[in-house]
């Protein structure tokens, strides 16, 4: 009896903890179900270009009209948001995220980001998508209102899909799956860490590791040309799209020698990858531009890989990339992170890029590189009301204050469980 006593008292705090944290994430927003105006805003379109004492409509989750607010008549009886003095902004675009896969890095039961085995391109990351994460919210709020989420671990991790930030479910959340991560081997390893230095070592399997995928892509080429195979291979039918160009080959490797091996190895097969970490990237930009080959990079906000690079690099490598003309997003690998995007760019914004540029990279670049640039990353006629509005400077982590966002047209909840907490204790300590 005292076992079984035990085990639903157990029982019990497992399913009040449940409870808890469900009640910490927002309701999902209705559905638009009138036209709505913001009037009066400086908008920011995300193409680099900016409109005053702008007036944006929108109408079951599409833009319908963009003017200025002395051409503006009110046809279609729209609700009226008066904006005057505040800032209207695309909706930021998270790439290379874990939200929703990883909810507290230190708890194994919470992390589900990764398969088993090497070779996994058929795995999913959508089906294991958690809109009911804690992080979200908090990411949300810092204007985050889409994320292409990304599977981790293997040589080809599986495929990203993307998501928008509002749902009750990843069936509803998923807007597209979008490309096969791969993680390139490095040349050399190093057998250190922050806390304790260590040295570069050569891989010794370096060459192995490339033959395995050497392999693995003339297999899937292989199948991908039988009219009807038989078995059906999921690993090989996932790879498909790949060949025909219908989704992205996202190849991660931060080294010069690594990112070239890549490009090289991708052109045998005609195959234009995307780069992601790229730390080495402002090495080659002029290569990367002149091939056409898109780069997400990986935190501004950190200190360099080596000891003697520039302090400043990871400042000033996206104002590199935009000078030599490659396409390129900003990105924060990672879940709860993810919340700082915006500052990433405001940072980028203060070592050689314009706001706009900085915008961009956080709005339509990476709606280009995701192909998703004819729903989302600016605002245009007949593309996704996913906007935001707010009194400060979304890239300024002084000033940004989000006061209202829609997602498809739908106001948003733009609380969190760390706002109900600053609210309580504020309350508690006299705090305005």
Not at 37 to 65: P, Y
């Amino acid at each position: 009896m005292r076992g079984h006593s035990l085990i639903f008292g157990i029982f019990l705090l497992l399913l009040s903890s449940f409870f808890a944290i469900g009640q910490d994430v927002p309701s999902p927003a209705k559905t638009q179900d009138k036209p709505i105006a913001i009037v009066g805003a400086k908008l920011h379109v995300g193409d680099g270009s900016i409109i005053e004492n702008s007036v944006i409509v929108f109408d079951k989750g599409i833009i319908t009209q963009i003017t200025t607010s002395d051409k503006f008549t009110n046809t279609n009886q729209a609700t009226i948001i008066d904006a005057k003095g505040k800032e209207v902004y695309p909706g930021a675009i998270a790439t290379a995220t874990t939200i929703g896969l990883q909810e507290i890095d230190a708890v194994r039961a919470t992390n589900d980001a990764r398969e088993v085995g090497q070779m996994n391109p058929n795995v999913r990351s959508a089906i294991a998508y958690n809109t009911d994460s804690r992080v979200t919210p908090t990411i949300r709020t810092n204007g985050i209102l889409t994320a292409q989420i990304v599977p981790q671990g293997g040589r080809i991790s599986g495929t990203s899909s993307i998501a928008q930030l509002d749902a009750w479910n990843w069936e509803d959340a998923m807007i597209t799956d979008d490309g096969i991560w791969m993680n390139f081997p490095n040349i050399y390893s190093y057998s250190g860490w922050w806390a304790e230095p260590g040295s570069y070592e050569k891989n010794k399997e370096y060459d192995n590791q490339i033959n395995e995928i050497i392999t693995f892509l003339d297999a899937s080429k292989a199948y991908m040309n039988k009219t009807n195979p038989t078995p059906i291979n999921l690993k090989y039918e996932a790879m498909k799209d790949i060949w025909g160009a219908k989704k992205n080959l996202y190849i991660r490797a931060d080294g010069v020698k690594e990112m070239q091996a890549a490009i090289s190895l991708c052109e045998t097969y005609g195959i234009k990858p995307v780069i992601v970490g790229a730390y080495d990237s402002y090495l080659i930009a002029d290569e990367l531009a002149q091939k056409h080959i898109s780069v997400i990079l990986d935190k501004c906000h950190a200190l360099p890989s080596r000891t003697d690079d520039d302090i400043q690099q990871n400042y000033k490598t996206p104002a590199i990339l935009q000078k030599a003309g490659v396409l390129y997003a900003i990105s924060i690998e990672g879940s709860w992170q993810t919340r700082n995007l915006c500052f990433e760019a405001g940072t980028a914004s203060a070592y050689g890029l314009s706001k706009e540029e900085a915008l961009a990279a956080i709005t339509s670049n990476p709606a280009k590189i995701l192909k998703i640039d004819n729903q989302l990353g600016t605002l245009s006629i007949g593309k996704k009301a996913t906007l935001l509005v707010s009194s400060g400077d979304i890239l300024d982590m002084g000033s940004n204050k989000i006061e209202l966002a829609y997602i498809e047209g739908r106001s948003i909840n733009l609380g969190n469980k760390q706002i109900d907490l600053f609210q309580k204790f504020a309350k508690k300590y006299g705090i305005n």
